[in-house]
């Protein structure tokens, strides 16, 4: 294996990027000496503080007797035992990243491992460029998962925060503004898109307010009767609405300092927007079918997924209630605007499912550059949805692109072929009359499922893990375009050598 090693100056740019390893601890086991030079050069031009193995003991010694973070672990050199050496390396370390080393002749071991708990997969001969891009991949992941473990710390100390996820500098300024508001009694318009999390804002603000321990209240406005949102907010004396066979006391006079959320607070008929705003102003309701009034002894939050400033334009909310609400508000930043918070939160929830079903999930690098190039519509609540299916479809401890759902599989794919079709600003073809016909996605999608298995032999596990998909879902778009056994075996003999 040849393998042309640049000089410290070609690898700056690399080297910028890595410089947030903290000087992660690489091991490169491999029999090949020359391999492994080349692969510690590569490594500590990157920051990497590096060490090298020529056997399995070696390897075994150097694991047990010092903390290494990373391992370049050659096939090869386990001599038919890498299987045992992951799990026993899993067992001693689970938070160690393995990236297994192969050639073409033992994919099928690369795999298994890669099932195992492998971090990372290089096929042999590569390129310096492939072996600095896997290790920055590496750094990074294990950047975010530390970066997460860190937030996770830092936010137990801030109780109320502890279920808010986000380093951004909008999630930072957010958490600033919670802090103050929480310690005040005063009213708090919370906006943002659908799946947001705009009632973990509201309930992070109660529990970190004065009373914290008092109930916490979510109600939906859009989803009751007028009558029973009425009688639930305000309370009702007995005999005065249907089924009312005795008093009750509203939500909003029930608990001493407890919390009420009005959720879509612009779903809220105006009729009871204006006895909501005497409520606000005068600090007292009166209950349906009662002659006196009762002291409100609740805080009140409000919010909103539609601007509320268009709804008081379009006279769905009245514009006294709005300012009367609005003497704070917060406005939680969708998904597509803060990308950088994606591997937190995957790294979050993977944790969370982690507990829940004592399995460990990581994400492979083509699902999370997906993850954090999709718009996420649905906000948190999607990409939460989005890995508990992933977690449950995935048949190893890696989830894949086909894992996720096909809007983000197909949304990667487009803007795959996207950037791949469209030329850069410097070479910009001539304008021509006579235009290209537009190539249907789905034969796009068949030719690279064609082009991975002939560059592969055929190999369809492999092909799927490089193409970032499932194997059942490879076999299912095989069947879908008609591709026999046949005309797999006349693209697979056309195959080259990686």
């Excluded at 040849?2 to 390893?21: F, H, K």
């Excluded at 321990?213 to 009702?236: M, N, Q, T, Y």
């Excluded at 449950?392 to 794919?413: I, K, M, R």
């Excluded at 194997?471 to 008609?482: P, Q, S, W």
């Amino acid at each position: 294996m040849t393998i042309t090693v640049p000089n410290l100056a070609s690898l700056e740019a690399g080297s910028r990027s890595a410089e947030g390893t903290g000087r992660l601890h690489l091991l490169v086991a491999d029999t090949d000496s020359a391999v492994r030079e080349a692969c510690c050069q590569i490594a500590a031009d990157l920051g990497f503080a590096v060490q090298q193995a020529a056997t399995v003991a070696a390897a075994r010694a150097l694991l047990r007797g010092r903390a290494i973070d990373v391992l370049l672990l050659d096939l090869r050199a386990a001599a038919g035992e890498e299987m045992d050496l992951l799990d026993e390396i899993m067992t001693l370390d689970p938070e160690l990243s393995v990236v297994v080393m192969s050639a073409h002749a033992s994919v099928p071991s690369a795999v298994e491992s890669m099932r195992i708990g492998a971090a990372d997969y290089l096929s042999k001969p590569f390129a310096w460029e492939e072996l600095a891009g896997v290790l920055e991949r590496v750094a990074e992941r294990r950047s975010a998962a530390g970066a997460s473990r860190e937030l996770r710390e830092r936010l137990r100390s801030q109780p109320g925060l502890g279920n808010l996820i986000g380093r951004s500098p909008e999630m930072e300024k957010l958490y600033r503004i919670v802090a103050k508001v929480a310690n005040s009694s005063h009213p708090v318009l919370i906006m943002g898109e659908s799946g947001v999390g705009k009632e973990l804002i509201a309930r992070s603000i109660h529990a970190n307010g004065l009373h914290p321990s008092s109930p916490f209240v979510p109600v939906d406005c859009g989803s009751l009767a007028p009558a029973l949102i009425e009688s639930e907010l305000f309370g009702c004396v007995k005999g005065a609405v249907k089924g009312a066979a005795r008093s009750k006391s509203g939500l909003l006079t029930a608990s001493e300092g407890g919390t009420v959320l009005l959720d879509e607070i612009g779903e809220l008929p105006l009729e009871l927007q204006a006895k909501l705003l005497r409520a606000l102003q005068e600090r007292e309701v009166q209950p349906v079918g009662a002659t006196q009034r009762v002291p409100v002894k609740v805080r009140i939050l409000a919010a909103s997924s539609i601007d509320p400033a268009q709804m008081v334009e379009s006279g769905r909310l009245r514009k006294d209630l709005y300012y009367r609400l609005n003497v704070v508000n917060l406005r939680i930043p969708p998904l597509r605007e803060r990308p950088t918070d994606i591997p937190l939160l995957a790294a979050s929830f993977l944790d969370r499912i982690a507990r829940e079903t004592g399995v460990t999930y990581s994400l492979g690098d083509e699902t999370l550059r997906a993850m954090t190039a999709y718009d996420w519509p649905g906000n948190v609540s999607e990409m939460e949805n989005a890995l508990e299916r992933a977690c449950t479809l995935s048949s190893g401890p890696v989830l894949h692109l086909g894992d996720l759902p096909t809007q983000l599989q197909n949304a990667h794919l487009a803007e795959r072929r996207g950037a791949h079709l469209t030329p850069s600003a410097d070479r910009l073809p001539a304008p021509s009359s006579e235009e290209e016909p537009v190539v249907p996605l789905v034969e796009m999608e068949k030719q690279a499922i064609l082009d991975a298995l002939r560059k592969l032999g055929g190999d369809k596990i492999l092909a799927a893990r490089l193409l970032g998909i499932g194997k059942t879902t490879l076999y299912r778009k095989l069947k879908e375009y008609g591709i026999d056994n046949s005309e797999l075996e006349q693209h697979a003999s056309q195959g080259v050598a990686l």
